[in-house]
C-alpha cells in the first residue's frame, strides 16, 4: 500500500510514520509545509518527502496520484480539506482517515462536554463540523477519528472507541495510543469504512482531563 501522510511534521504522523516503516512494508509520502526541513528521511527507499500547503491542489494532485490511501492529520480548516477531497476526487484516491476534535454532533456529554465546549469554543468546532461534513459527503471510504484531549505516555496504546449518534465519553487518550487505532484500521479497513469514531482512553470519564 502507498499511503501519503498530510500534516506528516505533527505528532501522531511523526509516530504513526516511525512505526509504519518498522512494522510494515508499506511506502510513504510525507507531506507537510517546510516537510524537508523539518523531516528527516531515514528510508529514502521508501518514503517521499514533499513540502507543500494543503491548498494548494496542484502540487497535492501531482503527487497524490497512485496512492491508496491518505490519513490527514489536521481538519481545522475547511477549505484546506475541501481541497484535498477535490485532490482526491480528480486522481482516483478512493480512501481517506482524517484526525477530527470531539463535539462535532454535540455527542459530549455531562460536566466534561461542558467544559470542552468552553475551552474549544464555537468557531473550532464549527470548522471541525465543516471538514467533517465534506469528507463525509464526498463519496470517497472514510474514517474520521473524533480525538479527545491528548497526552503522551509511551506505551499507552490503551483506546476505545464510540459510533455517531452515541455518546462520547471520555477526556483524554495518548498519541500512542491514537497511533495504534490508525495502524489497527489499515489491518482491517471493512470493519471501519465510513465510519466516525469517537476516540478515548478507558476509565477516564472525567470532568476535565487529568493535567488540566
Same mark, same amino acid.
Given at each position: 500500500?502507498?499511503?501519503?501522510?498530510?500534516?506528516?511534521?505533527?505528532?501522531?504522523?511523526?509516530?504513526?510514520?516511525?512505526?509504519?516503516?518498522?512494522?510494515?512494508?508499506?511506502?510513504?509520502?510525507?507531506?507537510?509545509?517546510?516537510?524537508?526541513?523539518?523531516?528527516?528521511?531515514?528510508?529514502?527507499?521508501?518514503?517521499?518527502?514533499?513540502?507543500?500547503?494543503?491548498?494548494?491542489?496542484?502540487?497535492?494532485?501531482?503527487?497524490?496520484?497512485?496512492?491508496?490511501?491518505?490519513?490527514?492529520?489536521?481538519?481545522?480548516?475547511?477549505?484546506?480539506?475541501?481541497?484535498?477531497?477535490?485532490?482526491?476526487?480528480?486522481?482516483?484516491?478512493?480512501?481517506?482517515?482524517?484526525?477530527?476534535?470531539?463535539?462535532?454532533?454535540?455527542?459530549?456529554?455531562?460536566?466534561?462536554?461542558?467544559?470542552?465546549?468552553?475551552?474549544?469554543?464555537?468557531?473550532?468546532?464549527?470548522?471541525?463540523? *465543516?471538514?467533517?461534513?465534506?469528507? $463525509?459527503? /464526498?463519496?470517497?471510504?472514510? #474514517?474520521? !477519528?473524533? %480525538?479527545?484531549? +491528548?497526552?503522551?505516555?509511551?506505551?499507552?496504546?490503551?483506546?476505545?472507541?464510540?459510533?455517531?449518534? *452515541?455518546?462520547?465519553?471520555?477526556? $483524554?487518550? /495518548?498519541?500512542?495510543?491514537? #497511533?495504534? !487505532?490508525? %495502524?489497527?484500521? +489499515?489491518?482491517?479497513?471493512?470493519?471501519?469504512?465510513?465510519?466516525?469514531?469517537?476516540?478515548?482512553?478507558?476509565?477516564?470519564?472525567?470532568?476535565?482531563? /487529568?493535567?488540566?
Amino acid at each position: 500500500m502507498k499511503i501519503m501522510i498530510l500534516g506528516a511534521a505533527g505528532e501522531i504522523a511523526g509516530m504513526l510514520r516511525e512505526r509504519l516503516l518498522k512494522e510494515t512494508d508499506h511506502a510513504l509520502i510525507l507531506y507537510a509545509r517546510n516537510a524537508e526541513k523539518r523531516i528527516k528521511n531515514t528510508n529514502p527507499e521508501r518514503v517521499t518527502i514533499v513540502s507543500g500547503d494543503f491548498n494548494d491542489q496542484e502540487l497535492l494532485e501531482k503527487n497524490i496520484a497512485g496512492v491508496d490511501l491518505v490519513y490527514l492529520n489536521d481538519m481545522n480548516s475547511p477549505e484546506a480539506t475541501k481541497t484535498i477531497v477535490s485532490a482526491m476526487q480528480n486522481t482516483g484516491v478512493p480512501w481517506i482517515i482524517g484526525a477530527t476534535i470531539l463535539g462535532i454532533y454535540d455527542e459530549v456529554v455531562g460536566e466534561f462536554g461542558k467544559w470542552n465546549a468552553r475551552m474549544v469554543g464555537t468557531p473550532g468546532t464549527n470548522r471541525h463540523k *465543516e471538514s467533517s461534513a465534506a469528507i $463525509e459527503e /464526498s463519496g470517497l471510504s472514510f #474514517t474520521l !477519528l473524533r %480525538l479527545t484531549w +491528548l497526552y503522551n505516555e509511551a506505551g499507552n496504546t490503551n483506546y476505545m472507541i464510540s459510533q455517531k449518534g *452515541e455518546p462520547f465519553i471520555g477526556a $483524554e487518550v /495518548s498519541r500512542e495510543a491514537v #497511533t495504534q !487505532l490508525i %495502524l489497527d484500521i +489499515l489491518a482491517d479497513l471493512d470493519t471501519y469504512k465510513n465510519t466516525s469514531l469517537g476516540v478515548s482512553e478507558p476509565d477516564t470519564d472525567f470532568a476535565k482531563p /487529568s493535567f488540566y
